[in-house]
């Protein structure tokens, strides 16, 4: 059984006052909810890990540095979000491959650095409305794969997450037939190149516009084994629902 994930990336949004939702996102949580993780802005990292400690939920960061240390001024490296028990860390999304010209390359380096730090990566591809507009979705998500992922990725140290860039903060959600395309894409992408044993125990998680009201219908896709949510998840009201529904999907 493939575990399934649901992760809330905070963005550059809350302060340290909004930590109270990790409490009250347990509260709120079935017993048998699936695991959570929680990525908020590097500064909560450490109070982050304290908050949770008895609620079960994991902390993660929003991305690291390639490098191991060094000049590197207003950086943050893999080992120093480790060093705040964070277990997790968000690497090559769309917003930092866009804003921060992160090459496939770079995210590479960067989950290889993560997982030198005993962290687990998330690793975001994700195709433009451009392609998408163009039928060329499943090109673009070949080439990120191939670009960013490592050789010796395992099961364990990596969760990739789809997030079509179109699809992100804008309400607009792909229908049910696109997400199940991609992510049985990206299933057999991985099959071949790292053997089925490795493929079929990889989270592979949707992101973009996930909502209480649409996750039911995400979680029926067989290989959506969870959800990278931004807006929805900086309310604990509004990602239990979506976690509750993960955990009867
Ligand atoms: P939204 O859920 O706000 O669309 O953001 C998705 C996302 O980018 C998560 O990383």
């Given at each position: 059984m493939?575990?399934k994930?649901?992760?809330?990336?905070?963005?550059?949004?809350?302060?340290?006052?909004?930590?109270?939702?990790?409490?009250a996102?347990?509260?709120l949580?079935?017993?048998?909810?699936?695991?959570?993780?929680?990525?908020?802005?590097?500064?909560?990292?450490?109070?982050?890990?304290e908050?949770?400690?008895?609620t079960?939920?994991?902390?993660?960061?929003?991305?690291?540095?390639?490098?191991?240390?060094g000049?590197?001024?207003?950086?943050?490296?893999?080992?120093m979000?480790?060093?705040?028990?964070?277990?997790?860390?968000?690497?090559?999304?769309?917003e930092r491959?866009?804003?921060?010209?992160e090459?496939d390359?770079?995210?590479?380096?960067?989950?290889?650095?993560?997982?030198n730090?005993?962290?687990?990566?998330?690793?975001?591809?994700g195709?433009?409305l451009?392609?998408?507009?163009?039928?060329?979705?499943?090109?673009?998500?070949?080439?990120?794969?191939?670009?960013?992922l490592?050789g010796?990725?395992?099961?364990?140290?990596?969760?990739?997450?789809?997030?079509?860039?179109?699809a992100?903060?804008?309400?607009?959600?792909?229908?049910?037939?696109?997400i199940?395309?991609?992510h049985?894409?990206?299933?057999?992408?991985?099959?071949?190149r790292?053997?089925?044993?490795?493929?079929d125990?990889?989270?592979?998680?949707?992101g973009?516009?996930?909502?209480?009201?649409?996750?039911?219908?995400?979680?029926r896709?067989?290989?959506?084994?969870?959800?990278?949510?931004g807006?929805?998840s900086?309310?604990?009201?509004?990602?239990?629902?979506?976690?509750?529904?993960?955990?009867?999907?």
């Open positions: 493939r575990r994930l649901a992760a809330g990336n905070w963005k550059m949004n809350g302060t340290a006052a909004s930590l109270r939702e990790l409490n996102l347990k509260s949580l079935p017993a048998d909810a699936p695991d959570v993780v929680i990525c908020p802005p590097a500064p909560l990292l450490f109070r982050a890990c908050a949770a400690r008895e079960g939920i994991s902390i993660g960061a929003q991305d690291c540095h390639m490098q191991e240390s000049a590197f001024t207003g950086d943050i490296s893999a080992a979000i480790a060093d705040t028990g964070a277990t997790y860390v968000i690497v090559g999304h769309s491959r866009e804003a921060h010209e090459r390359r770079d995210v590479r380096k960067k989950a290889q650095t993560a997982w730090a005993g962290l687990t990566a998330i690793i975001c591809i195709e433009t451009e392609d998408h507009e163009a039928n060329n979705t499943l090109d673009i998500i070949a080439g990120q794969l191939a670009g960013s490592p010796d990725m395992t099961a364990t140290n990596t969760v990739i997450a789809y997030e079509p860039i179109w992100i903060g804008t309400g607009k959600v792909p229908t049910l037939e696109q199940v395309e991609v049985d894409f990206i299933r057999s992408k991985l099959a071949v790292y053997g089925t044993d490795v493929a125990m990889i989270p592979l998680l949707y973009g516009s996930v909502k209480p009201d649409n996750a039911a219908t995400i979680f896709a067989e290989n959506v084994d969870g959800a990278l949510v807006g929805a900086l309310k604990a009201a509004d990602f239990a629902p979506i976690i509750r529904a993960l955990a009867q999907s």
